[in-house]
């Protein structure tokens, strides 16, 4: 894609870190790459910014299953689910203001900053965007606060159609929970930046993020039984 071109060289600071990946078989991988690189992208690329919000939940469901935490999302008016975000215009606004003002339209009563900033990475596709990714940590009654001022915003039922807790369990089934909910549609990169942000913050570990992305790609039971009738 023309990236290291397009950035130019990088000052002689010594090598780069490596940049963490997502690493979860079954989940195509996106070029990372640092805050810094990202900045020197030509004017040609476009810059999308999203915000994960979450909270340590410390609830069991059904007396018996832990919680773990609480994470935001949201219902667009596609049908598909993403974070609360837009695209930022680098010409007018740094990419935290850019995403305030965004968030501010429905999530009125947080500000994200720098320290919140997760990753950034180049998305698939025929369009040149990077997208950047933020996570702020909350606790649980100013999550439920941010999901009440949701409803009363002006997006609401028109470009967002409601808000979503992720469940971060697996049941019994080994579908119930994390299984069922990636296997709904996702926008653009945000399947991507929540199995990276659940790694890379710890919220789930590894190993049980492989098996749910694995459950996603096995047919369900009910469409095995249709095919078996058929035949």
């Known amino acids: 894609v023309g990236t290291?071109?397009?950035m130019g060289p990088l000052p002689a600071m010594g090598a780069l870190p490596p940049l963490p990946t997502l690493g979860v078989p079954g989940v195509p991988e996106l070029k990372p790459l640092t805050r810094y690189e990202a900045m020197?992208?030509?004017?040609?690329?476009?810059?999308?910014?999203?915000a994960m919000l979450y909270a340590p939940n410390p609830g069991m469901l059904f007396g018996r299953i832990p919680l773990r935490y609480a994470v935001l999302m949201q219902m667009r008016f596609d049908g598909l689910l993403g974070f609360p975000g837009g695209f930022v215009d680098r010409r007018?606004?740094?990419l935290e203001d850019g995403l305030n003002r965004v968030l501010g339209l429905g999530l009125g009563c947080v500000r994200l900053t720098e320290a919140d900033y997760l990753c950034s990475h180049l998305t698939e596709?025929?369009?040149r965007v990077v997208a950047h990714f933020y996570a702020r940590q909350l606790t649980l009654e100013e999550l439920h606060t941010i999901e009440i001022s949701a409803v009363h915003s002006r997006d609401h039922g028109m470009e967002v159609m409601g808000m979503v807790r992720v469940p971060l369990y697996t049941q019994k089934d080994r579908m119930g929970g994390l299984p069922n909910f990636l296997a709904n549609s996702f926008?653009?990169?945000a399947k991507f930046q929540l199995l990276f942000a659940l790694k890379i913050l710890n919220m789930v570990p590894e190993e049980k993020l492989?098996?749910?992305v694995a459950a996603t790609q096995r047919p369900k039971k009910g469409a095995l039984d249709h095919a078996g009738g058929a035949a």
Do not use: K, N, Q
Not at 40 to 50: D, I, T
């Open 187 to 189: 926008v653009g990169t």
């Open 125 to 127: 596709g025929p369009h």
């Open 40 to 50: 020197r992208l030509g004017p040609g690329w476009s810059h999308s910014c999203h």
């Open 210 to 212: 492989a098996e749910a």
């Open 92 to 94: 007018y606004w740094s």
């Open 4 to 6: 290291m071109a397009a």
